[in-house]
């Protein structure tokens, strides 16, 4: 089969589509014949920079497919059953791949209205924003959240989530996103490059820091004793600047987690979240698709076919 791997760190470049064997699920563990894999933002900042152990290695972690084979245990699949999931993160999956294993608990049905390019598009953007919101925040119905980058992969889907539990949403976004992010369900859309975000909103109950580096300029737009969820660890710092000024501030590493997994399933497959697609690639052009995502001008999620 082929699969997308890296022998050395660097630029998109590095990236290179080899022939390996197809793997054998474990115990607890499925095959998945892969149809549509979501990229991410961390998988060019580990492309780049490391961090899953010694080289050669494969980034990638959302993919959407079908059941090819159960290992010993499994009783949730069976082959043929379409699934989605981010199995493994933050350890190596090698979802650019025709097939990837996964713990079968890494991974839930996908909605049958659902298409796969949609599916891979979900987890890892989908679960971040679910679990800062919902986990972390503990968002209630009528909070006022403030999302900057919400037409960006997590943006856009934190937006829709927002709205499904209830909140009143104020996005950021450049103006000619605007439209995009109203149809998102936003409440209120500033444009972060014609305006002060701050001066432009008040009593927030809970800031998402999609964007790394906005924590000191958008607390005083927090109600005291507001919620900030910092999503890139070169925020630690701010983190911890907030939590010593009376706000409730941390910093969350998103994780596999099926009940999550299944909640957003739930909303896509009611039509209450769409995740929005701005370009898919086939696997021999990943480069293309990191150079793309490091541009960071997407709307949406960017994904590979296999």
Same mark, same amino acid.
């Given at each position: 089969?082929?699969? #997308?791997? =890296?022998?050395?760190?660097?630029?998109?470049?590095?990236?290179?589509?080899?022939?390996?064997? #197809?793997? =054998?699920?474990?115990?607890?563990e499925v095959l998945v014949e892969v149809n549509a894999a979501g990229v991410n933002p961390v998988d060019w900042k580990v492309r780049s920079g490391g961090g899953m152990g010694e080289l050669p290695f494969s980034v990638g972690w959302d993919v959407s497919g079908a059941v090819a084979a159960v290992g010993a245990g499994v009783t949730r699949f069976r082959p043929g059953d379409e699934v989605f999931g981010m199995p493994r993160f933050p350890a190596e999956a090698g979802a650019y791949a025709e097939f990837v294993t996964a713990p079968s608990r890494h991974l839930v049905l996908k909605p049958p209205g659902m298409s796969h390019v949609q599916a891979a598009g979900l987890p890892l953007a989908g679960l971040t924003a679910w679990q800062a919101l919902v986990t972390v925040a503990g968002v209630a119905v009528g909070e006022r959240v403030l999302i900057p980058a919400a037409a960006g992969g997590v943006g856009h889907l934190a937006v829709q989530i927002a709205k499904a539990r209830g909140a009143y949403v104020i996005a950021t976004a450049s103006g000619a996103k605007h439209d995009f992010v109203r149809g998102l369900g936003a409440d209120e859309v500033i444009d972060y490059t014609s305006s002060v975000v701050s001066s432009q909103v008040r009593d927030v109950d809970i800031l998402l820091a999609t964007v790394p580096g906005q924590i000191r300029d958008l607390a005083e737009v927090l109600v005291p004793g507001g919620r900030v969820v910092a999503l890139n660890g070169a925020d630690a710092d701010a983190v911890q600047w907030a939590a010593q000024s009376g706000l409730r501030a941390g910093f969350m590493l998103v994780e596999p987690d099926r009940a999550d997994l299944e909640a957003l399933a739930l909303l896509a497959g009611e039509g209450r979240i769409t995740v929005h697609i701005d370009r898919t690639f086939p696997l021999d052009q990943a480069t293309d698709a990191h150079r793309l995502g490091e541009e960071g001008r997407t709307t949406g999620k960017i994904v590979l076919i296999p």
């Open positions: 089969m082929r699969r #997308v791997m =890296q022998s050395r760190l660097g630029g998109p470049d590095v990236l290179e589509v080899v022939e390996v064997d #197809v793997p =054998q699920p474990g115990p607890a």
